[in-house]
């Protein structure tokens, strides 16, 4: 079956701009990911949905950054006034099972460039 | 915060040896993953070993985990140009998302 879809690929966008990305999970998954991953280095934790829970936001690095699952499928994460250090690849993953430690399918994310 | 570091950074071998990564944590682990990425994209999972068990295999992989000193290795036997990648370490305590090292680049010469 089909797997993780990020879009777009890749974003550039001028400092000061909002931007959205979007992740379309594997079906089925309840668990999905945000990571953040800076150019040669690991990767980041963002933020975790499961199911209707409330989703654990303790990774986002500030208030710009915010994002929502809808429908318990696809995910956006929106980052609001964009600086230069937010440039990176946004890496969504889902997984089957409601056990963060569960194998994770990751998309081939979205690189993001702020000018 | 980072829970696994890899070992080397970056590895460079020749086609048809044996390479070998390493990983080490810092506290008690439920599971320990690896993963592989190409070209700074997306993760490809690879495989998960628990913290009851000690080794693992899968086709060319070979991982094993001690507990008690809080590593783990990955052995890629015979390599293929292919295997060239960045190679990481997840680990998780319980339910708590997966943390990942910021892995080791290998490289494998034709």
């Known amino acids: 079956g089909a797997g993780v879809s990020q879009s777009p690929s890749n974003k550039v966008t001028e400092k000061g701009k909002d931007v959205e990305l979007r992740c379309d999970p594997i079906?089925?998954?309840?668990?999905l990911y945000w990571y953040r991953q800076s150019l040669g280095q690991g990767l980041e934790f963002l933020i975790y949905?499961?199911?209707?829970?409330?989703?654990?936001k303790s990774g986002l690095p500030s208030d710009r950054f915010s994002a929502e699952r809808t429908g318990g499928s696809v995910s956006t994460l929106t980052i609001q006034r964009t600086q230069q250090e937010d440039s990176a690849v946004y890496l969504c993953a889902s997984s089957y099972g409601p056990q963060r430690g569960d194998t994770q399918y990751f998309g081939p994310g979205t690189r993001l460039t702020v000018l | 915060s980072q829970q696994g570091e890899e070992d080397p950074q970056a590895l460079s071998i020749q086609e048809g040896e044996n390479a070998t990564m390493n990983c080490s944590y810092k506290?008690?682990?439920?599971?320990l993953q690896w993963y592989r990425q190409n070209s700074g994209r997306g993760l490809v999972h690879l495989i998960l070993?628990?913290?009851?068990?000690r080794e693992k295999h899968s086709g060319r992989l070979r991982v094993t985990l001690d507990t008690s000193k809080k590593s783990s290795s990955l052995l890629i036997t015979a390599s293929r140009a292919a295997d060239t990648a960045s190679y990481f370490c997840?680990?998780?305590?319980?339910?708590?998302?997966?943390?990942f090292g910021k892995g080791t680049r290998l490289s494998v010469i034709a």
């Open positions: 079906s089925g998954h309840t668990a």
């Open positions: 949905f499961q199911g209707n829970s409330a989703p654990d």
């Open positions: 506290t008690s682990i439920n599971n």
């Open positions: 997840a680990t998780t305590t319980g339910n708590t998302p997966l943390v």
């Open positions: 070993i628990r913290s009851n068990e």
